[in-house]
């Protein structure tokens, strides 16, 4: 298994703005996924985050609008660039851990935009 | 359409009592998780199955890629087992990318 860390838990902005959302992980991963989340719906699949390189988009997301970095394998950060009440989810980080195929994920960030 | 299709939308039991969700899929599935979100937003692991059945504690949980359906029964409901229950599959294609049922929202009632 792993443990993933999101920081920060919850965040309010004014629209317009730009936020990080950072994700750590107890071990080296090499997976690492993140999701969106409305308020009473399903999880949505933002991204996969590769180690090294440009992230993987699904469609509807773009990285002009949700950049993601991943510099290492226990380290990955989103960004919401110029932000809109219509991004107001919980964002989620997972990664299946090491040597298996069940996903874990992070606590999430909830993040307002005003 | 939705490739996992998860019911019911709600569902209301009272305590000691137990009923059963359900994921159909629309396409072949590799594998399937079942989770339950809780009143902080927080996802916890129930089961991962690549096929058959698992059981763990009051719940159990059986994945049939043939027929492509997962279940989740609940027996003996508490009031903790309230919260929102998700599936989530993995497509053969795999690479570890989840696509999530819509979610059972439980209320247990005493």
């Known amino acids: 298994s792993v443990l993933l860390y999101q920081k920060p838990n919850r965040d309010i902005c004014q629209s317009g703005t730009s936020l990080k959302i950072q994700c750590v992980a107890d071990s080296q991963v090499v997976s690492m996924f993140w999701y969106q989340q409305f308020q009473e719906q399903s999880l949505m699949l933002m991204a996969t985050?590769?180690?090294?390189?440009?992230?993987?988009?699904e469609s509807g997301f773009t990285k002009d609008k949700f950049p993601i970095s991943r510099p290492n394998l226990t380290f990955s950060t989103l960004t919401v660039n110029n932000a809109r009440p219509g991004d107001s989810s919980i964002y989620f980080c997972?990664?299946?851990?090491?040597?298996?195929?069940?996903?874990?994920f992070g606590p999430g960030t909830r993040l307002t935009v005003l | 359409g939705d490739q996992v299709e998860q019911s019911p939308s709600a569902l209301s039991l009272h305590e000691g009592t137990g009923s059963a969700l359900r994921c159909n899929f629309t396409t072949t599935m590799r594998a399937v998780q079942w989770f339950q979100q809780n009143s902080r937003g927080s996802l916890i692991n129930l089961f991962y199955?690549?096929?058959g059945t698992k059981e763990n504690g009051r719940l159990k949980s059986t994945f049939n890629s043939k027929e492509s359906y997962s279940t989740l029964h609940i027996r003996d409901a508490q009031l903790e087992d309230s919260g929102t229950y998700f599936c989530?599959?993995?497509?053969?294609?795999?690479?570890?990318?989840?696509?999530f049922g819509k979610g059972t929202q439980l209320i247990i009632q005493p």
């Open positions: 985050a590769n180690e090294g390189s440009e992230a993987t988009y």
């Open positions: 199955l690549a096929s």
């Open positions: 989530a599959a993995e497509d053969t294609e795999g690479a570890d990318r989840l696509t």
């Open positions: 997972s990664s299946p851990g090491t040597g298996g195929y069940e996903q874990y």
